[in-house]
């Protein structure tokens, strides 16, 4: 993917660029672990930004589905301001 130009960004609960901040108007491949384990090693070395879900304190993570979704949002959200 870096071949062809296509940043490469990872989700996480607890670390990372606000999502709202990250810019996703680009060519970008979203990369959602799973709400235990995250994303494996080889994958995490090929990143090249991890963003965060802003959420409550209490929550521990969110699924990935509805983290996956959360991103699509804010990526259509940004794309359209452009």
Do not use: D, W
């Not at 990250?22 to 930004?49: D, K, Q, Y």
């Amino acid at each position: 993917m870096r071949e062809n130009e296509i940043r490469l960004l990872a989700t996480s609960s607890h670390k990372g660029t606000p999502l709202n901040e990250a810019n996703l108007t680009g060519r970008v491949a979203v990369f959602i672990g799973s709400e235990g384990a995250g994303l494996p090693r080889e994958v995490m070395s090929a990143i090249s930004e991890v963003v965060v879900i802003p959420h409550a304190f209490q929550v521990e993570s969110l699924n990935a589905g509805v983290a996956a979704s959360i991103v699509l949002y804010e990526a259509s959200r940004q794309r359209k301001q452009r």
